[in-house]
């Protein structure tokens, strides 16, 4: 099966660095997916890694060493637009379905 | 850009009867996933179809059933409803999955059961 596991919560300051942390157990492996979701609303996907290293999509940045089963997503200078539950996700089963960590919740205060 | 539609939005029902929450998935993606999603949790896998066919079976109940028509939308049937059932239901759809790790969900179904 699939277990991933992430903090539940973190809490940052407008313009400071946060990092979300995830590691992963699973049967096979194909990927990390982190997705952003906003109270009551759908979650949107924010990236994807697919081989080690790092990736980069303007403020956001994720992480993958699957050496390690670990990844993480790093949020820059953080907005209070940025306060929602983040969610690390892993393709399980025959690749059909995508499994998703427990969520961390973070709050940006001014 | 077309999204996910799903409907209805928002759903009221009595324990013990049935409901039924429609999706239709962005035009050529080739898989559909049905997501449950309680108050502060992580949205649970329900069932997934690639190309019509069921694909992956998640945490879904027996009462529950779900299938994909030929014009590709699809469906999610719940029978004789629980409080329990109370929930956020997405819909999401994919092309490429696993390679691309990106699901579109469209807005999601409120379901209340009473």
């Known amino acids: 099966g699939q277990s991933l596991e992430q903090p539940s919560e973190v809490t940052a300051v407008e313009g400071a660095i946060v990092q979300i942390n995830c590691t992963y157990q699973?049967?096979?492996?194909?990927?990390l997916s982190w997705y952003q979701q906003h109270d009551g609303g759908a979650p949107t996907f924010l990236s994807y890694?697919?081989?080690?290293g790092l990736e980069e999509t303007g403020r956001f940045s994720s992480f993958l060493s699957r050496s390690d089963s670990y990844g993480y997503l790093l949020l820059q200078e953080l907005q209070m637009k940025d306060s929602a539950s983040y969610f690390c996700?892993?393709?399980?089963?025959?690749?059909?379905?995508?499994?998703f960590g427990s969520g961390t919740q973070l709050t940006v205060l001014p | 850009a077309a999204g996910v539609i799903q409907s209805p939005r928002h759903l009221i029902k009595e324990k013990r009867e049935t409901a039924t929450l429609k999706c239709y998935p962005i035009?050529?993606?080739?898989?559909v996933y049905w997501y449950q999603q309680g108050p502060g949790q992580d949205p649970q896998f329900l069932i997934s179809?690639?190309?019509?066919?069921?694909?992956d079976k998640g945490s879904i109940p027996d009462r529950f059933s779900a299938q994909q028509f030929s014009d590709y939308h699809s469906e999610l049937n719940m029978s004789s409803l629980e409080l329990g059932d109370s929930a956020l239901y997405f819909c999401?759809?994919?092309?490429?999955?696993?390679?691309?790790?990106?699901?579109?969900f469209g807005e999601g179904s409120r379901l209340t059961v009473l």
């Open positions: 179809f690639y190309e019509k066919m069921q694909s």
């Open positions: 035009p050529r993606h080739d898989t």
């Open positions: 999401a759809s994919s092309l490429g999955l696993p390679n691309t790790g990106e699901l579109f």
């Open positions: 699973t049967s096979g492996f194909y990927g």
């Open positions: 996700a892993v393709p399980s089963g025959s690749a059909r379905q995508l499994t």
């Open positions: 890694n697919g081989l080690d």
